[in-house]
Nanobody, 123 residues
C-alpha cells in the first residue's frame, strides 16, 4: 500500500523547535494537498495545517498560527512542518496525509496516511 513516511519528531524543551518531514517514495506529492494532523493522549485527532496542491496556499489552526510553517519541496517530494516556540500542549503524535483539497487547515479526501511521529515538549 502506498504510504507516507514522517520523520523529525523527538523530545524538545518548551520554546524549542523541530522540523517534521513527510516523504513519499512511490507516488508524487505534487498533485496532492497535504495536511498535518496530531493526536494527543486521550484526545481525538485534530487538523493542524494544510497546504494546497495548486497554488501552495497554506492554512493553520489558530493554536499554531505564527509558530508553525508548512512548506513543500516538490524536487524532494517532501512536505515539511517547521515548528517553533513549542509548548507542552503541542505534545502529540503528528501525522501527515495526502488528499484532495484543503478546507481551511483541514485536509479532505484523505487518501494516504503516514505512520506518525512522536513530538514531546517537556522540560
Amino acid at each position: 500500500q502506498l504510504q507516507l513516511v514522517e520523520s523529525g519528531g523527538g523530545l524538545v524543551q518548551p520554546g524549542g523547535s523541530l522540523r517534521l518531514s513527510c516523504a513519499a517514495s512511490v507516488f508524487t506529492l505534487d498533485y496532492y494537498a497535504i495536511g498535518w494532523f496530531r493526536q494527543a493522549p486521550g484526545k481525538e485527532r485534530e487538523g493542524v495545517s494544510c497546504i494546497s496542491s495548486d497554488d501552495g496556499s497554506t492554512y493553520y489552526t489558530d493554536s499554531v498560527k505564527g509558530r508553525f510553517t508548512i512548506s513543500r519541496d516538490n524536487a524532494k517530494n517532501t512536505v515539511y512542518l517547521q515548528m517553533n516556540s513549542l509548548k507542552p500542549e503541542d505534545t502529540a503524535v503528528y501525522y501527515c496525509a495526502a488528499g484532495s483539497y484543503c478546507s481551511g487547515y483541514v485536509l479532505y479526501g484523505r487518501h494516504y496516511w503516514g505512520q506518525g511521529t512522536q513530538v514531546t515538549v517537556s522540560s
